[in-house]
């Protein structure tokens, strides 16, 4: 029996959350549609859980089935990849809503909606090309400033431990091992050495671990 799937990217903030929810619930009940299953997402999380997340979706969706969303933007950071998925929809014969947007395509067999995606998929196209050529001339101009490009010698880069300088030093303090702080933090004890060796160097004579006697 097809169902009905609601699919929701929600921002940190709890009110956009509920925006896209409230939204999804009037246009369900406008139209005498009962909603089977909801989808969310936290837009903070990282980009392969993201991926996966969208994926599970379209694994979920078979013929028949209809997809709602609030707005297009929810179904990508970019317009080809709005486009992918909506392409993707189609083939599954699956019916697509955007409510904002006024869009409904009909699964497969709407002409209408072939016509409209490989539509967006020439502006899809143009925007990349767009996005590309602003680069080249943003570094073109910048070259011919003088201006050095990319990171400068001896900076820092951002690392998934910034902040976390005083509960490290916490838990050093404490006698938990290295081995057990980069797993505490999820990350390689490589990555956790490098950041005390260039952030917290006191903290990194201090407790450098033994090394292995031969």
């Keep these: 029996m097809p169902q009905v799937f609601a699919y929701i990217r929600v921002s940190t903030a709890k009110q956009d959350h509920q925006n896209q929810e409230l939204e999804i619930r009037r246009y369900a009940d406008k139209e005498g549609i009962q909603i089977d299953h909801w989808f969310r997402l936290e837009a903070s999380s990282r980009k392969s859980t993201k991926e996966r997340r969208l994926d599970e979706l379209l694994d979920e969706l078979e013929s028949g089935d209809t997809l ?3 707005e297009l933007s929810r179904l990508g950071r970019s317009l080809s990849q709005i486009v992918l998925t909506i392409d993707s929809l ?3 014969d699956v019916t697509f809503i955007a409510i904002k947007n006024g869009m409904k395509f009909n699964g497969d067999h709407d002409a209408t909606a072939k016509i409209q ?3 967006f998929g020439v502006l899809a196209e143009i925007e990349r090309d767009l996005i590309s050529e602003r680069t ?5 101009a910048a070259r011919a400033e003088g ?3 990319g990171r400068p010698a001896g900076s820092l880069g951002k690392s998934k431990l910034d902040g976390k300088e005083k509960e490290i030093e916490e838990l050093l303090g404490k006698g938990m091992t290295r081995a057990a702080l980069a797993r505490y933090f999820e990350v390689s004890p490589p990555t956790l050495t490098s950041f005390l060796k260039t952030r917290m160097p006191d903290l990194h004579k201090a407790h450098r671990q033994p090394s292995k006697k031969k």
């Design 68 to 70: 709602i969303v609030s």
């Design 90 to 92: 189609r083939e599954k």
């Design 117 to 119: 995606i490989a539509m």
């Design 136 to 140: 080249k001339m943003g570094l073109a």
């Design 147 to 149: 201006k050095t490009l």
